[in-house]
């Protein structure tokens, strides 16, 4: 009922002032798009597409009903209210400062087809505060309660349009916080290298799209000197003015967070690397729980990349010892790390091994998955494909060159210790091979070639 009185309301407005001579019209008090607007042209460019988007009938102009009175408008005045409206719930959707509403609506209403310049002073004084009086009010902008209870309903949540994900490196990394853990020297400062000079360059990686654009590399356990060497055998020429590195940098309790925002918002980089986590967060506080203490190193990193839509990349350690279940389990410390960041890159394998498991969790990545991974010679990764095939063939033979060279038969369990593989695997994979008589298997659980 509400949208109807002030399309009505609308119309009679525009007929009374068709009476009036211009120059009244002209004379009339009215808001005018502010001198101190600050908007930003991309706001109003994102804005004006997402509403074409939605309304690209009206955008054009074409408010008309069709031959079937099954859609547009009676009248242009009507079109106009119902395009301010869009615009209005765009603006909603994109959370912009209510302060923005003004001039938001009406610069973007003005770039499109339905704009009348004989009509902008009825526009602004009557539409425009109409509008956000009916929309933007009743979803709580204006709300005097604090913010730490403000909430939302499933009605405003229904009215809000979302950028689609930023992908850093499209289906692997997204914008948001995430841990790159390995075991030490397996090569994950390599991977974090490789990342950042394809944000740099934008050069597609595994064969995935990649923005190009800014990255920061805090290197706070290497010096220039080895820096320069790996670049150079990661890529030829590597030299970018988009890629800042730095080997030292204040702990995060010591101003480093304050920094790094400052730093965030002064060169807005797609990608922020932090290696290490060790040489980043701040030391355990007495009396906190260690829960406590993981969870709190990393959230205000998670709030940075959230806040600034980049994604921060936190390198750490894995665990000693091999994981039977989850990856997570894998990454040194609490569970409290993987509670305050948005996922994680968990590279599995030891110091000798040519290929790797890469486990990917993320609550924006829609199926966590597990691939293979294979380091190169020179220092770098390459994509191996999907785990489940990669590495079936690869510790099959394995196993079958152990039995092979030994000289009786073995057990799962001490098959999976002279491989530093998870028992439970091992047992599991050797079962199927003996099935499928790849394998001998006698009454004690032996097995054999």
Request: hydrophobic share 40%; glycine share 8%.
């Amino acid at each position: 009922m509400m949208g109807i009185e002030l399309i009505n309301g609308q119309f009679m407005v525009d007929a009374f002032l068709s009476l009036l001579p211009s120059s009244e019209i002209k004379n009339l008090p009215h808001t005018t798009i502010s001198k101190g607007s600050v908007i930003q042209p991309e706001i109003i460019n994102n804005l004006c597409s997402e509403v074409e988007k939605n309304e690209p009938l009206l955008w054009k102009g074409q408010w008309e009903k069709d031959e079937f009175n099954l859609t547009g408008y009676p009248s242009h005045s009507e079109g106009d209210m119902a395009l301010a409206g869009a615009i209005s719930r765009a603006a909603v959707g994109m959370q912009l400062p209510e302060s923005m509403f003004n001039d938001a609506i009406v610069e973007c209403f003005m770039r499109s087809a339905m704009y009348r310049s004989e009509k902008h002073n009825t526009f602004i004084k009557y539409t425009v505060p109409k509008v956000i009086a009916s929309v933007v009010s009743p979803i709580g902008y204006g709300n005097t309660q604090p913010a730490s209870i403000q909430g939302m309903t499933a009605a405003q949540l229904a009215l809000k349009h979302f950028a689609p994900i930023n992908w850093i490196v499209q289906d692997i990394l997204p914008e948001g916080s995430y841990l790159l853990s390995a075991r030490p020297k397996v090569g994950k400062s390599w991977l974090a290298l490789q990342l950042c000079l394809a944000v740099a360059h934008g050069d597609p990686l595994w064969g995935k799209n990649v923005q190009s654009g800014t990255a920061i590399y805090l290197a706070l356990e290497e010096n220039f000197r080895r820096l320069q060497t790996r670049l150079s055998q990661l890529r030829q020429p590597f030299s970018s003015p988009h890629l800042m590195l730095h080997t030292s940098w204040k702990r995060s309790d010591q101003g480093g967070i304050k920094d790094l925002e400052d730093m965030l918002i002064d060169l807005k980089p797609r990608l922020v690397v932090i290696d290490t986590l060790a040489k980043f967060r701040p030391p355990s506080s007495k009396g906190a729980s260690a829960y406590e203490g993981d969870y709190n190193a990393l959230a205000p990193t998670t709030e940075l990349a959230n806040k600034y839509h980049c994604c921060i990349l936190v390198v750490t350690h894995n665990r000693k010892g091999k994981s039977e279940g989850d990856a997570i389990e894998m990454v040194s410390g609490t569970l409290g790390q993987m509670g305050a960041v948005d996922g994680a890159l968990i590279i599995d394998g030891s110091r000798g091994d040519s290929m790797m498991r890469l486990t990917l969790v993320g609550r924006d990545i829609e199926q966590d998955g597990e691939f293979a991974i294979t380091k190169r010679p020179q220092g770098g990764w390459d994509w191996s494909g999907s785990a489940s095939q990669a590495f079936v063939s690869a510790e099959r033979q394995l196993i079958l060159n152990l039995l092979g060279s030994a000289n009786r038969g073995l057990k799962p369990i001490e098959v999976a210790e002279r491989l530093d593989k998870p028992r439970g695997a091992v047992r599991k994979l050797m079962s199927t091979m003996a099935i499928e008589m790849q394998l001998k298997r006698d009454s004690t659980g032996t097995y054999s070639v």
